[in-house]
């Protein structure tokens, strides 16, 4: 791979974040798991805004060298989108989807790492 698994998942977590991706998280499966090293979880608003997020995955680890096992198809009223890049998983989730499943409880021994969106400049101030 053309980058390192660890920063590619991380940055597309950063990437989710900063396209309003809710309560973006990377959880670090690589002492629990030996099918996945990361699950990059973040929340959408609508099927539309997971529908966008999942294409935004795909634009930015595309020239990265990475791309998705196979390519998920996704309904208009779709609450989960997965996305397996074999040492990554991305997941897309509705709220309510997210709320139930709660897969960071379910993977409670991974190492959990919050991503929030890069912080907007401060506007110039007039002296």
Not at 5 to 26: I, S
Not at 59 to 76: N, T, V
Not at 101 to 114: D, I, P, Q, R, S
Request: aromatic share 10%; glycine share 8%; hydrophobic share 45%.
């Amino acid at each position: 791979m053309a980058t390192d698994v660890r920063e590619a998942a991380f940055g597309c977590a950063a990437m989710l974040a900063e396209h309003n991706g809710g309560d973006t998280v990377v959880l670090d499966l690589s002492k629990l798991s030996t099918w996945t090293d990361f699950f990059v979880v973040t929340s959408s608003t609508s099927s539309t805004h997971l529908r966008g997020l999942a294409r935004r995955v795909e634009e930015y680890l595309g020239p990265l060298g990475y791309s998705p096992l196979r390519r998920p198809g996704l309904a208009d009223d779709e609450q989960w989108c997965l996305i397996d890049f074999g040492d990554f998983v991305v997941h897309i989730m509705a709220a309510e989807a997210r709320e139930f499943y709660e897969l960071e409880k379910l993977w409670f021994g991974a190492e959990l790492t919050a991503v929030n969106a890069p912080a907007a400049p401060a506007p110039a101030r007039e002296e």
